[in-house]
Every structure is written in structure tokens, then in C-alpha cells.
């Protein structure tokens, strides 16, 4: 594999990336950390706190002044650094609020940074300047519910919530299937370019791509209501039945992305559980 970890690839005039070196089945190369502007920066998903990592952001700033140290949402894979960041740079942890959770045990994809601690939380739509341009906040819940895209100079930051080699894990009680894709429909009414995500190439169809994305989730939904349709089921029948070929790394993940479905189901009256097993709810037809 030779992914260019701890190498500064300038994209497009006031974007420039770094991977980390830490691939995996949900990661793919690994967290991709953004510098946005070009005489001051603001760093986008810090990433892993990995020091070869730190030390090739370190260097990658160059002593440039570090307006914010923004992540899109608090899994172990985009803000630990966080930390090593403001204390090497001085700069402010500015970005997704923490969140309160009763359980920050792991997940499919990564567990919780219970240890994130922003200076300041940005709301939907909240900006700040860097290197004369503006970077907005947009609120995009359902992969996380803290979880925020960041907009700027025409490109959109996606974190986790757009990806460009995967479909994003949703798992409950956290993250939300609904939440998830009114998200997506937020996006689908934006203007952005290009999308550059935490992981996985740019997406420069932001438009096709998000409407793929919406049918896709659609197509899984209507797969799931058809398998509980014939027999009740549980949650791995319904993931051997919808996911054929599947890596066994992934298992867990689709497991939680059908439960996502589930429940979004549920709350919609369209299905029920009853212990193990879902089946339709014959009540409402
Ligand atoms: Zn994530």
C-alpha cells in the first residue's frame, strides 16, 4: 500500500490534506486531516493521536498562525489529536460539541473521544474567518448526533456523514437513520463543487452522488420491510438475507445499520418487535 501518509498534497488553492496512518475496514487508508487557507489555517479532523501524525500536522502548518482546530464529530478516529494540537499550536478547539454520553463504550466503527473538550461548540450556520474566507457550520446528525460538515471556499468538509469509498455507518442508539437522511437531503439542496470526506477520494458529483446515497438508503429500506414481510426475523437473518457477500469485519456495522433502519421503521409504524424479531405491523394495515 502506498497510501501518502504524513505527506501535505495541496488539493486546490486553501485546501491541502495529511493522512494518518491508521487504515481499517471503516477507516479505509486511514483519517484524512485538513488545512484550510494558506497565511493562517484551520485544521479539520485532527484525526487519530498518532505522533507521527501530530508531528507531520506540525509541520505541515509551518509556524502559520492556527485560527481553530476543527473536528466534524467525536469518534476516536478525528479528534484525539485534537489535544496535542492546541497544546503544540496554541490554537482553539473549535467545531462539534461534545457529546454526553452514558455509554462511551466501542462501537462498529470507532468508540466515543469522551475526553473531547471544544473552547467553543458552533451551532448550524455559525462562521469563522480564516485567511479571509468564511468556514460555516452545517448541522448533518445521523452518523453521529453531534456530527457537522464545514463549508468553505466553495468545497464542503464532509467528516463521515459523505464519504467517497463507503456508505456511512449508522448505528443506535447515537446515531439516527431519519436524523441521517434529512441530513443528506440538507446536502442535496447545497451548491458545493466538491466534497472532500475524513476518508476515501474527493466526490466531485456532489449532487449525483448524495442523490445515489438517498437511494440507496431508500432501496435498503424497502429490501428490509419485504424480508420482515415474508417471516419474522431477526437482526443477522436480515443482514445474511440483505448483505450477501459481506465482509465479516462488517458484519457488526450492517447489523447496526439495520437496526438504524428498524427503528426508524418502528417510529413510523410500519414495523414491530417482539423480543428478538421484527415483523411487520399488521395493525396499521
Ligand atoms: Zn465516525
Known sequence: MDAPYAKLEQLEPGIARVLAH????????????????????????????????????????????????????????HSPASRALAERTGGPIIGCAPLALEDV????????????????????????????????????????????????RGSLLTGDHVMGWSTTVVVPPDGEMAAYMTSLEKLRQRDERTYYP???????????????????????????????????????????????????RLTIAAGGSVLAHLVDLERRGLVVREGELWTLDTRSH
Open 22 to 77: 491508521n487504515p481499517s475496514a471503516f477507516t479505509y487508508y486511514g483519517t484524512q486531516t485538513y488545512l484550510l487557507g494558506e497565511n493562517e489555517v484551520a485544521i479539520v479532523d485532527p484525526g487519530p493521536d498518532l505522533p507521527e501524525h501530530v508531528d507531520a500536522l506540525v509541520e505541515a502548518i509551518g509556524g502559520r498562525r492556527v485560527v481553530a482546530i476543527m473536528c466534524t464529530h467525536t469518534h476516536r478516529d
Open 198 to 248: 475524513a476518508h476515501g477520494p474527493a466526490v466531485t458529483n456532489p449532487k449525483q452522488y448524495v442523490r445515489h446515497l438517498i437511494g440507496h438508503r431508500m432501496q435498503r429500506e424497502k429490501q428490509i420491510l419485504r424480508l420482515v414481510g415474508e417471516q419474522p426475523r431477526d437482526i443477522p437473518d436480515i443482514v445474511a438475507n440483505a448483505y450477501p457477500a459481506l465482509d465479516p
Open 105 to 152: 463504550g466501542p462501537r462498529a466503527d470507532a468508540a466515543f473521544d469522551g475526553d473531547y473538550r471544544p473552547d467553543r461548540a458552533l451551532h448550524d450556520g455559525e462562521t469563522l474567518q480564516v485567511d479571509g474566507y468564511a468556514v460555516s457550520a452545517v448541522a448533518t446528525p445521523g452518523h453521529t448526533s453531534n456530527h457537522l460538515c464545514f463549508a468553505y
